[in-house]
């Protein structure tokens, strides 16, 4: 079975780390590629697709600026990935998950938002779900 590429956009090493982790304990294969602010998320985005390695999946925090990595949060990260490719598949992963801000992030084009408070297993269950609906 070839590998999925996942793109996490976190501005938080920490996090990132326990995503791949976690990721890592799928049963899907899966390549996680990590970006620390929506700007680095855009062009990590850029360069795989270039690279013929588009990412089947990209999980997108919401606050993005609050390390100081950046500037544009993850609804502005999410709206220039899909001008870049309108048929990204991209999640909201954040604690932010019942705001405003998170409903700002579907009407741009984020497929859904995914609660961070989720379980571990309930999480990887999930991003296999989504990742089995596609193709190759």
Not at 67 to 72: A, C, M, P, V, Y
Request: glycine letters at 6%; proline letters at 4%; one cysteine or more.
């Amino acid at each position: 079975m070839d590998k999925k590429i996942v793109l996490v956009v976190d501005d938080e090493e920490t996090m990132q780390e326990l995503i791949r982790r976690n990721l890592e304990r799928c049963k899907i294969p899966i390549i996680v590629y990590s970006a620390l602010s929506g700007e680095e998320g855009v062009e990590k985005y850029r360069e795989l697709m270039e690279k013929g390695m588009k990412p089947h999946l990209v999980l997108m925090d919401l606050n993005l600026t609050q390390w100081g990595r950046g500037e544009i949060d993850g609804v502005e990260a999410t709206k220039r990935i899909l001008e870049m490719d309108p048929d990204a598949n991209i999640y909201g992963y954040t604690a932010w998950f019942a705001t405003a801000w998170a409903q700002k992030l579907k009407e741009v084009g984020a497929k859904d938002i995914i609660e961070r408070t989720v379980l571990p297993s309930e999480f990887r269950k999930m991003i296999e779900d989504i990742l089995s609906r596609m193709g190759p």
